[in-house]
């Protein structure tokens, strides 16, 4: 089959959820003999590989405002992939649903992939959490697949709308620290640090990790990896911050590395409270890393009991990491059941082969709707 997915910065994967889950189905994908294109946004990659891991790589232009730059990135992409016949498209955000619903796209065989809830994050202003919730509700009528990657994306979409989705989730690999002395040029030394990956956006809570941990005392460091696309008052005050024993290494986009913070990290947070599966999540639960993970359903969906939980509150945070401090053979246990949920749960391979089953039905017209 030829397969084209769209909606996303590009491979290989450096900026998010789905990039990393571009890249990963994608090149399986391609490993299994199909032809799969990635459209990536020219600016977020001036090397220009035309292709990578097996996948052809087309660039595209897109307008650099927040508001404009998926929809306009995947205008241009839409327009291209309806010239070249593909048998199916996987297009990422619900964002897009009111490109799918053009006239010129309608008859793409096209699954649009859901996400999380956009009109949710704190980046939006009025306007902008607005189109969301009117995109969301283009994505719920339109009559091809709509993706769900959690239980609870797909509870909000048949309750509020009516609409059954297709639940196809995210993946994780298993890894292990190979070479901590990777972490040497940091400072870090295994099991000294805590960390949190992320984008430094305020649904995602990295400044409320950084006044939890100012106010305690136990000797560790915090590793807060990740950064804001654009200008932003909440990276500026994680910038501003003078502990010594914070390190801000902004986005780190080497696998090594990312692996061996991951699975040497003494405890890792996870402040992110939009979304469904969340990527960062799975890759930190599959390198054995011990969660402390912002309490909202999504996540506990995830999660389950392999972790512990804390309340939008820099205090109760703070009485997390003295429980994971005060209970190391508590938190053994729960490192090895967030392991064995990943196994369980997560394989990429299984998720490629549930990509695989819908992109036969709309190659072949009788993709279901949910």
């Known amino acids: 089959m030829r397969i084209a997915l769209i909606g996303i910065r590009g491979v290989p994967a450096r900026y998010g959820g789905f990039e990393t889950c571009a890249e990963e189905i994608g090149r399986r994908l391609a490993a299994r003999g199909h032809d799969v294109t990635v459209y990536a946004r020219s600016r977020y990659y001036p090397e220009r590989n035309p292709d990578w891991a097996g996948m052809r790589v087309v660039y595209k232009p897109a307008i650099r405002l927040k508001a404009l730059e998926t929809l306009s990135h995947t205008a241009c992409s839409l327009a291209d992939a309806a010239r070249r016949k593909y048998d199916a498209l996987l297009v990422f955000n619900a964002a897009n649903s009111v490109l799918?619903?053009?006239?010129?796209?309608?008859?793409?065989?096209?699954?649009?992939?859901?996400?999380?809830?956009?009109?949710?994050?704190?980046?939006?202003?009025?306007?902008?959490?607005?189109y969301f919730r009117w995109a969301e509700r283009i994505a719920a009528r339109r009559s091809g697949p709509l993706i769900a990657d959690s239980d609870e994306i797909a509870k909000y979409y048949r309750e509020r709308y009516g609409r059954e989705t297709i639940r196809i989730a995210y993946g994780a690999e298993i890894r292990t620290s190979v070479r901590p002395s990777l972490l040497e040029p940091l400072g870090l030394t295994p099991g000294s640090y805590v960390l949190q990956i992320t984008r430094f956006e305020p649904e995602n809570n990295p400044d409320l990790t950084l006044e939890a941990f100012e106010g305690w005392p136990a000797g560790k460091k915090l590793v807060l990896v990740g950064g804001a696309s654009y200008r932003s008052k909440l990276a500026r005050k994680i910038a501003a911050a003078r502990d010594p024993r914070v390190i801000r290494p902004g986005f780190i986009y080497d696998k090594d590395l990312l692996r061996e913070l991951l699975a040497n990290a003494w405890a890792y947070v996870h402040g992110n409270e939009v979304g469904g599966t969340n990527p960062a999540l799975l890759e930190a639960m599959a390198a054995g890393c011990f969660v402390i993970a912002r309490d909202v359903p999504f996540n506990r969906e995830v999660l389950g009991e392999a972790g512990?939980?804390?309340?939008?509150?820099?205090?109760?945070?703070?009485?997390?990491?003295?429980?994971?401090?005060?209970?190391?053979?508590?938190?053994?246990?729960?490192?090895?059941?967030?392991?064995?949920?990943?196994?369980?749960?997560?394989?990429?391979?299984?998720?490629?082969?549930?990509?695989?089953?819908l992109f036969r039905g709309l190659a072949s017209g009788r993709a279901a709707s949910s």
């Open 100 to 130: 799918l619903s053009r006239r010129a796209f309608r008859r793409l065989p096209a699954a649009l992939h859901a996400d999380g809830l956009e009109w949710m994050r704190g980046k939006w202003g009025r306007f902008g959490r607005a």
């Open 308 to 357: 512990i939980y804390f309340r939008k509150d820099a205090a109760d945070l703070r009485e997390k990491l003295a429980w994971v401090l005060a209970n190391p053979r508590e938190a053994a246990s729960r490192k090895a059941a967030a392991v064995g949920i990943i196994r369980a749960r997560y394989d990429w391979d299984r998720v490629v082969d549930a990509y695989e089953e």
